[in-house]
Every structure is written in structure tokens, then in C-alpha cells.
């Protein structure tokens, strides 16, 4: 009775073995790196204004997450009480505890949202879907794998790239720690000294030209 027990436990044991769902890769197995330069964040907004039936809202998604450092459910969950057009200013409300911030919005900014609200009027969500509901976060990555494909990336693109982008733009570009820190709206700096630890201009000069 024992080795019957024993050898159904040991095929069920198999079984589940089977039917395990695989681990997912970790990110580094996947991608050598978490962020995007400048000139992929181009390429990126290029392909995404050449393929779907959103072109000109795709692209300014692209664009506003990549200039502030939005997370995606900080982009789905933007509304236009938020924006200030004629002032030219965006109120950010930051997750995971992260503290708040109004940022400048720059002329393209403006032109391209302007151009959203012409496209989509009456709504209160700044990126919709035909159902003029906002967009999920599970959409946003679709475009994002798709406009990376059309880019012509060896490797698969996300929307947290964009908001790693600002950090080593700015960073890159030589703005204080601190500053970096509130504008990405990390409430610990430790989470912004990484930006700041790997930019590569940082080493600049080192062993001359």
C-alpha cells in the first residue's frame, strides 16, 4: 500500500512539475539596460506617429513621459485639470509616495497637446481610447513593444524606459541630485543617485581627447 501511495505522490509531483508556469526572465537576462538615450526616445516617437490610428496622441505619450519622468499609471491617470496651457505648466501627482511637483511644459509639449484636445474635446482624461475612456496601463505597453519593433530595437521596449531616459537626460546634463530628485519625485534619494552614479558624462575628460 506504501509504494502505491508513494509512486501516486511521485506522479503527481510530476505532473505539477509539468504544468508549472515558467519563471520570468529577470530584466537583465532580457535587456543589458533599464533606460533609453535621447536618440532612441527620438526614433521611438518617430515609429509610433507611423503606425496605428492614434499616431499624433501615441506620440505625444511618448513625448510627456519621456520629459517628466511619468510612470504609466501616472500618464493614464493625467487629466487636463492638471495641464495649464496658457501658462504652459503640468501639475504631476507622483505614486508610490512620491511627492508631488509642477513642471514647465515646453513649446512642443504645448503644440502636441493642443492638437489632443482639438482631436479628443469634452474629455477628462488627457490619453483616451475611442471609448473616450482613459487608456489602461496594459495599452501603453502594447504601443510601447509595438513602436519599438517599428524603431527597429534588439530589444523590447517599455514605458518605465522612458522614465529612467529623464533621469539620465538630466542627469546626463549635469542638473544637481537634489533637483533630479524632485523633479522625478523620488522620495528617497538614494532612487536618484543612480542617475547620477552612471552618467556617462561624468566621465568626460578623464583621459583627454
Do not use: C, W
Given at each position: 500500500m506504501s509504494n502505491v501511495v508513494t509512486l501516486h505522490q511521485a506522479s503527481f509531483s510530476g505532473k505539477l512539475e509539468k504544468t508549472a508556469p515558467p519563471r520570468k526572465p529577470k530584466n537583465a537576462d532580457v535587456r543589458s539596460r533599464e533606460h533609453l538615450t535621447p536618440g532612441e526616445v527620438d526614433k521611438l516617437m518617430s515609429a509610433s506617429g507611423k503606425i496605428g490610428r492614434h499616431r499624433a496622441r501615441d506620440k505625444t505619450l511618448i513625448l510627456m513621459m519621456y520629459r517628466h519622468g511619468l510612470r504609466v499609471t501616472e500618464l493614464v491617470t493625467l487629466r487636463w485639470d492638471q495641464i495649464d496651457l496658457d501658462a504652459?505648466?503640468?501639475?504631476?501627482?507622483?505614486?508610490?509616495?512620491?511627492?508631488?511637483?509642477?513642471?514647465?511644459?515646453?513649446?512642443?509639449?504645448?503644440?502636441?497637446?493642443?492638437?489632443?484636445?482639438?482631436?479628443?474635446?469634452?474629455?477628462?482624461?488627457?490619453?483616451?481610447?475611442?471609448?473616450?475612456?482613459?487608456?489602461?496601463?496594459?495599452?501603453?505597453?502594447?504601443?510601447?513593444?509595438?513602436?519599438?519593433?517599428?524603431?527597429?530595437?534588439?530589444?523590447?521596449?517599455?514605458?518605465h524606459m522612458l522614465r529612467h531616459a529623464c533621469g539620465f537626460k538630466l542627469a546626463n546634463d549635469g542638473q544637481d541630485t537634489r533637483a533630479i530628485q524632485h523633479y522625478l519625485g523620488h522620495k528617497n534619494i538614494q532612487h536618484t543617485v543612480r542617475y547620477t552614479e552612471l552618467a556617462a558624462d561624468r566621465f568626460k575628460g578623464f583621459l583627454g581627447d
Open positions: 504652459g505648466l503640468i501639475h504631476i501627482n507622483r505614486l508610490k509616495n512620491g511627492t508631488p511637483s509642477t513642471h514647465p511644459l515646453g513649446g512642443t509639449e504645448i503644440r502636441a497637446l493642443r492638437k489632443l484636445k482639438r482631436d479628443y474635446p469634452a474629455t477628462q482624461y488627457v490619453f483616451i481610447t475611442e471609448r473616450k475612456g482613459p487608456m489602461t496601463d496594459s495599452a501603453v505597453r502594447k504601443l510601447m513593444a509595438r513602436a519599438g519593433r517599428e524603431a527597429g530595437f534588439d530589444f523590447p521596449a517599455h514605458p
